[in-house]
């Protein structure tokens, strides 16, 4: 299963990025707001150390906008991925950027139907937005269940990237449903490896080790 940071915060990235398990990035509006960087220059900063796929979202609303600010993002980076809401204009979007050979991440995703039409466009990535679902009261996970199955049934090669993730069980769960990918805040990349029972069991490990006196080298 691909990881990737849901962040555009260079610091946290780094951090993943050292530790050889982040595969890529995404990133949206939100989290650029936040981040008060300028976006193209952040794209392009994390597109340094990060080879893996980089998303970043258009800010139009028509396709013809987000086609041409689409090949804006697209030329910072070989790996620069161009996220496209789940509109009828995002999905026009997506199929003109997937013919002229641009990889594309179809954001915004809370039905299969949606997800069935983004893989018809082309995408390279659909992003079923799972916590968001969870929020209403909804099944989010049932969602990428959903997804793996129709594009299993027709042999779509769209991948599943699992986002709006809250917790490491969303990862676990998203892995068994069959997500190619989960996009994650990098709080919970932490919440991956950290149990309080492997830092209990280390302590004990090498207080009895100091016991032996040995060195191993
Ligand atoms: C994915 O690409 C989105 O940036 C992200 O996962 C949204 O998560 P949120 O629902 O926690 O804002």
Not at 82 to 98: S, Y
Not at 190 to 215: C, E, M, R, V
Request: charged content about 20%; aromatic content about 6%.
């Amino acid at each position: 299963m691909l990881i990737f940071l849901d962040t555009p915060e260079i610091e946290p990235l780094k951090a993943g990025h050292a530790t050889g398990l982040v595969d890529g990035v995404t990133t949206n509006p939100s989290l650029i707001a936040k981040s008060g960087r300028d976006f193209k220059e952040v794209i392009a900063e994390i597109c340094e150390f990060i080879s893996g796929p980089v998303s970043a979202e258009v800010a139009a609303i028509d396709a013809p906008g987000m086609i041409k600010e689409g090949k804006v993002l697209a030329a910072i980076a070989d790996n620069v991925v161009v996220k496209l809401p789940l509109t009828i204009d995002g999905l026009k979007a997506c199929h003109a950027l997937t013919q002229e050979g641009i990889d594309t991440n179809v954001t915004l995703c809370f039905s299969a139907a949606q997800a069935l039409l983004a893989a018809k466009a082309g995408a390279s990535f659909i992003s079923p937005f799972i916590g968001r679902l969870d929020d209403l009261g909804q099944d989010g996970m049932e969602l990428i269940h959903d997804i793996r199955d129709i594009y299993d049934n027709y042999g779509y090669t769209t991948k599943v990237l699992a986002a709006s993730i809250r917790s490491a069980a969303h990862v676990k769960q998203s892995a068994m449903a069959g997500a190619d990918a989960a996009t994650i805040p990098p709080k919970i990349f932490d919440a991956l490896y950290n149990h309080p029972l492997t830092d209990k069991g280390l302590a004990d490990f090498i207080k009895d080790w100091q016991k032996t006196g040995q060195s191993i080298l």
